[in-house]
T-cell receptor, first 114, second 112 residues
Framework: DAGVTQSPTHLIKTRGQQVTLRCSPK?????VSWYQQALGQGPQFIFQ???????QRGNFPDRFSGHQFPNYSSELNVNALLLGDSALYLC?????????????FGSGTRLTVV | GNSVTQMEGPVTLSEEAFLTINCTYT??????LFWYVQYPGEGLQLLLK?????DKGSNKGFEATYRKETTSFHLEKGSVQVSDSAVYFC???????????FGTGTRLTIIP
């Protein structure tokens, strides 16, 4: 059973550019959350998507946007990249059933902004 | 707001030693509490969880008890192995809120 799949695994971008990261949730999961993990820190919640809508958002600027597709996969877009956006970006999927089934995390995309 | 405070790392122990990693939290209401583990080059894996006061979560020899009176959720293991070397994150999730709030993580290294 495939877990959460993220692509690419590593990415190097130049300051000011735009980037798109992709996530396929675990089979049977319908909710996708994105987290940013800076080096040596705990993950920080960016936003969550359910039924193709952004359901909740953390304290991130509008440069961070996302999308969820009918097959539940998701994209994270970051515009006007800053050096401080360098981090590991984690995708987590879950089931929305009103019960806390917990989140399954992918291995992440390591983004380096130079 | 909600927050999680973890024991400062890194922590280095010998194989078969007893492990405690402290975690305290600040939150309104009754959050669910979690321990996640991150092995090198990998994402986070759920280690254990507890959803109400006095619940004990356990998995792979690790245990943690939800203590509302001390707002704590300390992780323990009686005899650690080299394979337990990883970064451990304590986290909380408030009822009705979708986000997980993480601590800064504790790096654990077990030496043979």
């Amino acid at each position: 059973d495939a877990g959460v799949t993220q692509s690419p695994t590593h990415l190097i971008k130049t300051r000011g550019q735009q980037v798109t990261l992709r996530c396929s949730p675990k089979s049977g999961h319908d909710t996708v959350s994105w987290y940013q993990q800076a080096l040596g820190q705990g993950p920080q919640f960016i936003f969550q998507y359910y039924e193709e809508e952004e359901r909740q958002r953390g304290n991130f600027p509008d440069r961070f946007s996302g999308h969820q597709f009918p097959n539940y996969s998701s994209e994270l877009n970051v515009n006007a990249l800053l050096l401080g956006d360098s981090a590991l970006y984690l995708c987590a999927s879950s089931i929305d059933r009103g019960v806390d089934y917990g989140y399954t995390f992918g291995s992440g995309t390591r983004l380096t902004v130079v | 707001g909600n927050s999680v405070t973890q024991m400062e790392g890194p922590v280095t122990l010998s194989e078969e030693a007893f492990l405690t990693i402290n975690c305290t939290y600040t939150a309104t209401g009754y959050p669910s509490l979690f321990w996640y583990v991150q092995y090198p080059g990998e994402g986070l894996q759920l280690l254990l969880k507890a959803t109400k006061a006095d619940d004990k979560g356990s998995n792979k020899g690790f245990e943690a008890t939800y203590r509302k009176e001390t707002t704590s959720f300390h992780l323990e293991k009686g005899s650690v192995q080299v394979s337990d070397s990883a970064v451990y994150f304590c986290a909380l999730r408030r009822l009705g809120n979708e986000k997980l709030t993480f601590g800064t993580g504790t790096r654990l290294t077990i030496i043979p």
